[in-house]
């Protein structure tokens, strides 16, 4: 992902051959076969798109991730919006195939749960909010888009701190 953001244009079919198996897989976890193709490649053509503007000092698997989480989200709001029956919501944590990848993906879960103590009350409120697709009643919208992203800018300062990524 370094040499992709350097410009390095050779870097793209192994940067899309390590990405897309695990951001499929994700997704697939998510939503239904037919809606993760086309989610996973939203999120790369994103990533892509934003290659240039990569921090090299973030994984760039947790960026393609979160990307894919946000694309995810997209598509189910999305779909309620179409009056299409909505995505039943599946557990992204159901257990893979593969055994370490279980373990590690539950190190990430309570890595998480870890840093989402150190927040203060407020900012653990709204990211639950936002992980629950819901706005509190009593806040108004732009009120919570700037809790949110205040939010967020929190927990990944701790990220860092805590877990150095």
Do not use: N, Y
């Amino acid at each position: 992902m370094r040499r992709l953001a350097d410009g390095d244009r050779d870097a793209a079919r192994p940067v899309f051959s390590g990405l897309w198996p695990e951001l499929r897989r994700f997704a697939a976890r998510a939503l239904d076969e037919e809606a993760a193709d086309d989610v996973a490649q939203r999120a790369l053509v994103t990533l892509f798109g934003e290659a240039a503007g990569f921090d090299p000092a973030r994984d760039a698997l947790a960026w393609g991730l979160a990307l894919t989480a946000w694309e995810v989200r997209t598509e189910r709001k999305r779909r309620t919006r179409a009056r299409l029956d909505p995505l039943p919501a599946r557990d992204v944590t159901t257990a893979p195939d593969d055994p370490s990848r279980e373990v590690e993906e539950r190190r990430r879960a309570a890595a998480l749960h870890e840093t989402l103590a150190e927040l203060p009350a407020l900012d653990r409120e709204t990211i639950e909010a936002v992980l629950d697709e819901r706005r509190p009643d009593d806040v108004a919208e732009a009120a919570f888009r700037k809790r949110k992203e205040r939010a967020l800018g929190r927990l990944r300062t701790i990220w860092r701190l805590v877990h150095g990524e």
